[in-house]
């Protein structure tokens, strides 16, 4: 057991630190909450030419080939510096590694090396309005015309669909079909005719996610991915790498939280015992999902499959995020109606405190994580 | 970074395991037979070693004195107890007894009846002293992340406990893990102990290499342990309905240990104030 970095790690890190010193302006930090801009794309471009976009991917399509750490020290350093993450963040998760695994070769070489370069952006099309955590219940349908499918139907809560390229999309390809046997994946043009991206408000103001609305689009036949109806397999793969990468990520940002809590925390000088025992609180509930993703990440490391406790990491993200941002709003104390009333209120911690009830719904609800943890992790019965 | 035990840790564990499964409650001399006494004391081993050790005895509730024995790390064969918030535990089972100004005294005193009926818990008379070896900060830090570990190891047999009840128990027809409202609470409960694993085993790395976080791990991990172990408890005997509330069943044991881990050495609060003090520092 040795906690500090390798050599090699501490190299990677320093490499990392140096080129985002010398790559990002100050001003295109992270700020509270906006939509993706010309900067972010530019952004995006340098950290694909630097290698930094597909770390793990495998070195045939494109990637560096390294070893999970450096990923999670990307993450990390990325993080820290408040730099804006790669725009190409469903393609370099999702649906670069589902294209990898199910994708002909043609599918291979026309997109991924794209999603690296941040060429092409892509997008998520799973939850509807009327299938959210139950996937499987999916109406949009991809029906076979024979040389072209047929796509009509709703999407929504998709991020980035307003500057993507391309849709990872499943929808009901065999409608007669049981559950589970009935959906089919296709890669959807965002591009083509008959589709509409809509932005969608959120609880904070901001419409960071979308609707996407497809009426009679046509998908070529060669953008299926999997097997007519067998898009529930294709989807899992999907899905594992949503959660599978994400513990790294979320570490880093709630890292950055809890120095923001403890520096608003300094400068107002708390000194109510009850506040500095909820302080520490976050903070050590940090170190403990920071080295449970260390634990994880070295099961990973070893045997190539992530160790169980990595399960937990967004579960624990989730509930974190909330308890800090609020915490920080009582800290702030009257000031927290303000958004931009000075006394050291930006709207920063306003934004995070109504973005964070997000957290425990998006990418799997709390609920859900707990069905898998229980049934996957601990060995107990199927629920349903 | 390497956040795993060594092949050769592994293999101890494995070994602890095996044999405290047949002997959970050893003396002091089948633990000596075994190498196991004096191992914080050897060049050989580090505090990731004992680390093993401490969680896996945690896991059969262990009632000796070997933990404190070797936390207390003094020279000599006499079998050491600590004195910890004024209390002695396992007075009658030990040779002498190291308080906090760092002095060894001869174990005699009066040992009282407690809620955790294994600790052997006693009040020291006063008697002779002498100057014992160490300083109290370097005790007091690896006894924290002893009693994490140790924690970890009663709240993760405690859940086991609970999961398998959960896989076996029908009600209304249906295995009760089967329900999301057992299986959620198990969930959490889980969670809860990874965690802490996490943080006993950091605070373990970080006594080991003399750290500069090495109080502030020790400190957060014993506080998020201890509560993680009584919180494990707590839902194991809710998801074993009334059998978990019964004398037989072993759960109360695990229970009551667990309660006293969560008050040792000061209750999560403390532990966090001296958190707040490091990233607040007034």
Redesign the interface.
Known sequence: ??????AD?AAFRQEVRDFIAQNLPDGSRVRGSRRFEDADREWSRKLGEAGYAGLTWPKEYGGAGAPY?HQ?IFLEELARAEAPSHLGVIGLGMAGPTIMAWGSDEQKSRYLSKILTADEIWCQGFSEPGAGSDLAGVRTRIEDEGDHFLVNGQKVWSSFAHIADYCILVGLGLPDEPRYRNLTYVIADMHAPGVEVRPLVQITGHPEFNEIFFTDVQVPKENLLGEIGGGWQVAMTTLLHERGTLGFALAATLDVAVRKL?AL??ERG??D?IL??R???E???L??????N??A???LQ?TGIPGP?GS?SK??WSENNQRLTKLALEILGSHAQLVNGGGGSDGYWQYQQLRSRGNTIEAGTS?IL??I???R???????R | MDFSFSPEQEALRREARAFLEENPQPTMDQLAQLGWVGILKSDEFTFLDAAVLFEELGRVLYEGPFVLNEVAAQPGDDVWSIEVDGFVPHLGQVDRVLTPDMQGSTAAGQVLTTVDETLGLGRLSTNGSEPATGEWSDVRRRLLAALALESVGIGSRALELAIEYAKEREQFGRRIGAYQAISHSLVDGYVAVELARSLAYWAAFCVAEEDELADVASAAAKSQASEAAVLACEKSIQAHGGIGFTWEHPLHRYYKRALWLEGALGYGREHRARVAAYLLPS
Do not use: F, H
């Open positions: 057991m040795d906690l500090r970095d390798s790690e750490s999670g403890v925390a300094s708390v000194s015992p500095r025992d302080i520490a609180c903070w050590i509930e170190q403990a999902l920071r080295y449970t260390y634990r990440l070295t099961t070893k406790e937990i579960l624990v609920e707990r069905n943890v229980a049934e992790v601990l060995g107990l019965p199927r629920s």
